[in-house]
Nanobody, 127 residues
Framework: VQLQASGGGLVQAGGSLRLSCAAS????????MGWFRQAPGKEREFVAA???????YYADSVKGRFTISRDNAKNTVYLQMTSLKPEDTAVYYC??????????????????????WGQGTLVTVSS
C-alpha cells in the first residue's frame, strides 16, 4: 500500500486548504484513514479520522473547522481545512489504520495503530 499526500501550501490566517491522500491497492474502502500533523519541535498529533463506514472523528483543536471525507471510488481521503490559524502550521500526514473493517472508535493520538503512512505535506499558515 502506498499513500500519496498533496495539497499543502502557504495560506493566510483565516484561509482554507484541502489536502488529499491517494491510496494504492484494492482494499481502501475497508480501512479507516486518518490525518495527523507534526509541528516543528512537537510530537505528531491526531487531527481527524474517518472509519471504513464513514464515521468521523476530530481533535478538539480542529472541530468545526476541518472536515474529513473519503471517496472510495477514487481511493482518496480528503481533509478540508477552513478558518486556518498559525498554530495549524505543520507537516500533515495521512495514514491507514490497521484492522480491516475496524468497528471501534479509537483512532490513535500519536499515530499508533496505523501501519501505512504518506510522505507528508507542509501546511504553513501566516498571521
Amino acid at each position: 500500500v502506498q499513500l500519496q499526500a498533496s495539497g499543502g501550501g502557504l495560506v493566510q490566517a483565516g484561509g482554507s486548504l484541502r489536502l488529499s491522500c491517494a491510496a494504492s491497492g484494492s482494499t481502501f474502502s475497508s480501512y479507516g484513514m486518518g490525518w495527523f500533523r507534526q509541528a516543528p519541535g512537537k510530537e505528531r498529533e491526531f487531527v481527524a479520522a474517518i472509519s471504513w463506514s464513514g464515521s468521523r472523528y476530530y481533535a478538539d483543536s480542529v472541530k468545526g473547522r476541518f472536515t474529513i471525507s473519503r471517496d472510495n471510488a477514487k481511493n482518496t481521503v480528503y481533509l478540508q481545512m477552513t478558518s486556518l490559524k498559525p498554530e495549524d502550521t505543520a507537516v500533515y500526514y495521512c495514514g491507514r489504520r490497521d484492522g480491516r473493517y475496524y468497528s471501534g472508535t479509537y483512532y490513535g493520538t500519536g499515530g499508533e495503530n496505523y501501519n501505512y503512512w504518506g510522505q507528508g505535506t507542509l501546511v504553513t499558515v501566516s498571521s
